[in-house]
């Protein structure tokens, strides 16, 4: 069973940067895109980054590029969002996604962006 687990979200001033981890764990994840997602209160759900695990391509939404970044540690299987020059309309609910034939959910992390 695919079992992901975010974590290092947390309040930062404007500006400020942090780094979310998301542990990946219960398969091989070799053919897998890992992805990350927010979702601010009364909006939907949205895209801000894909790494595949092979290969290691990266694609960012524009609403971030040049401030966020994802990687990965295969030895870890984990998969990280950088986050630099945060912004108050960054404050989210951040949720790491596995996509495969299914996308599997992480629990999400809070970031609080205080102006």
């Known amino acids: 069973q695919v079992q992901l687990v975010e974590s290092g979200g947390g309040l930062v001033q404007a500006g400020g940067s942090l780094r979310l981890s998301c542990a990946a764990s219960?398969?091989?994840?070799?053919?897998?895109?890992m992805g990350w997602f927010r979702q601010a209160p009364g909006k939907e759900r949205e895209f801000v980054a894909l790494i595949r695990w092979s290969g290691g391509s990266t694609y960012v939404a524009d609403s971030v590029k040049g401030r966020f970044t994802i990687s990965r540690d295969n030895a870890k299987n984990t998969v990280y969002l950088h986050m630099t020059s945060l912004k108050p309309e960054d404050t989210a609910v951040y949720y790491c996604a596995a996509d495969s034939t299914v996308r599997y959910w992480g629990q999400g992390t809070q970031v609080t962006v205080s102006s």
């Open positions: 219960g398969r091989a994840f070799g053919g897998y895109a």
